[in-house]
Structure formats: structure tokens, C-alpha cells
T-cell receptor, first 115, second 111 residues
Framework: ETGVTQTPRHLVMGMTNKKSLKCEQH?????MYWYKQSAKKPLELMFV???????ENNSVPSRFSPECPNSSHLFLHLHTLQPEDSALYLC??????????????FGNGTRLTVT | GNSVTQMEGPVTLSEEAFLTINCTYT??????LFWYVQYPGEGLQLLLK?????DKGSNKGFEATYRKETTSFHLEKGSVQVSDSAVYFCALNDSGSRLTFGEGTQLTVNP
């Protein structure tokens, strides 16, 4: 496999469930990101990991918990979500540096529905 | 802070029509500028980029020129195809790890 792979593609969960989203990148990048994409809203950056350390957390509720065990893998652990958390969750990776030219490479996302 | 403003959609065109999607930005430094495309059911893909003033990014018949004087990076294509139907995002990066995205413009091309 190449690029950025996200699993599962679709997830339906109740508000009391605990689930995890998984992201894997095969590009040799050292930074990984979680974005939330909701209908009729701009892309929201949730978390940034650079060299396996969390470098950004944009006031995301604690019911979302990221984990980056190594530079190729990123997880988003979910618990006690709300219906308004239903969205497309996108993972991305890049070669982190002070270089502002590095583009992001995105996975195809996990479509999450909270019932 | 940084911001990106895109032309509001949706945009509907006939095949072979000329496309322009406007993008203007506000940034404190000297950002790199990007266009991303999102096809239905997929994540965002980099379409093109430009890293300094007067650079032109191009790919798949799309072009955009980095205009510092007007702080713009408009996306153009001379003849669109049905397969170009997607959502297009303008973005900037002036600090390494963080991209600022516009709200996206939905394009529909009819045969």
C-alpha cells in the first residue's frame, strides 16, 4: 500500500461506545495530523504530531484522544461522543520542518456517524 | 492571523467551459500557496502549489499564479471536463506545519 490509509472507512457508534480510528502512512513523513470535516464548515485542524510529539491541540474536547506510537501510525480514540461529532475525520501526513513548502498528503477519511 | 477566502459555490459549468475559482489570502509572512481537490468519497489531494511571488503552479490543465500585489491565487482551467467535478480548497502555509484552508468551492461540470 502507498500513501495514507485510514480505517475504518465508515463507523456508526452510539454515544456510550468507545471506538478508535486508525491512520497509517507509507510516505516516510515525520508529521501527522487529524482534521475534522463537517458539512458547510471549514476544515478544522484537531491535532498535530511532529516527530511523535503532540505539537498542537486546538481546543478539542477530551472525548477525542489522539495517540501517535511512531511516525507511521496515528490513532484517534473516541468515547462518549455527541451527535454533533458526526463528520468526516481526515488524517494527513507531511515532512515536518521549518519549510513552509511541504504539502499535506491526506487519507480518504473515516465517515463517523454518532447515533 | 492568517486567513483564506474563496469564491462561494456551488459553481456549475458545462463541459469545455472556462473555469475560474477566486482565492485571496491574508498572511503575516511570505506563505506558500496551495490548491487541493476533493473528489466524492475521498480525502483531499494536492492539485498544485506556488512557493513565491509570481510563481505559477500547474497540473492536469489547472493553473494558478501567486500574486503578491493582490494577495490572490486564483485557480483557472481553460476547458473543464465532467471528471473535474469536485470540491476545490485554497490553502496557505507560512509556518511549517500548519495549513490554513479556505472553505472550499463545489464545482459541478455537466456534459
Amino acid at each position: 500500500e502507498t500513501g495514507v490509509t485510514q480505517t475504518p472507512r465508515h463507523l456508526v457508534m452510539g454515544m456510550t461506545n468507545k471506538k478508535s480510528l486508525k491512520c497509517e502512512q507509507h510516505l516516510g513523513h515525520n508529521a501527522m495530523y487529524w482534521y475534522k470535516q463537517s458539512a458547510k464548515k471549514p476544515l478544522e485542524l484537531m491535532f498535530v504530531y511532529s516527530l511523535e510529539e503532540r505539537v498542537e491541540n486546538n481546543s478539542v474536547p477530551s472525548r477525542f484522544s489522539p495517540e501517535c506510537p511512531n511516525s507511521s501510525h496515528l490513532f484517534l480514540h473516541l468515547h462518549t461522543l455527541q451527535p454533533e461529532d458526526s463528520a468526516l475525520y481526515l488524517c494527513a501526513s507531511s515532512q515536518a520542518s521549518r519549510d513552509r513548502h511541504s504539502p499535506l498528503h491526506f487519507g480518504n477519511g473515516t465517515r463517523l456517524t454518532v447515533t | 492571523g492568517n486567513s483564506v477566502t474563496q469564491m462561494e459555490g456551488p459553481v456549475t459549468l458545462s463541459e469545455e467551459a472556462f473555469l475560474t475559482i477566486n482565492c485571496t489570502y491574508t498572511a503575516t509572512g511570505y506563505p506558500s500557496l496551495f490548491w487541493y481537490v476533493q473528489y466524492p468519497g475521498e480525502g483531499l489531494q494536492l492539485l498544485l502549489k506556488a512557493t513565491k511571488a509570481d510563481d505559477k503552479g500547474s497540473n492536469k490543465g489547472f493553473e494558478a499564479t501567486y500574486r503578491k500585489e493582490t494577495t490572490s491565487f486564483h485557480l483557472e482551467k481553460g476547458s473543464v471536463q465532467v471528471s473535474d467535478s469536485a470540491v476545490y480548497f485554497c490553502a496557505l502555509n507560512d509556518s511549517g506545519s500548519r495549513l490554513t484552508f479556505g472553505e472550499g468551492t463545489q464545482l459541478t461540470v455537466n456534459p
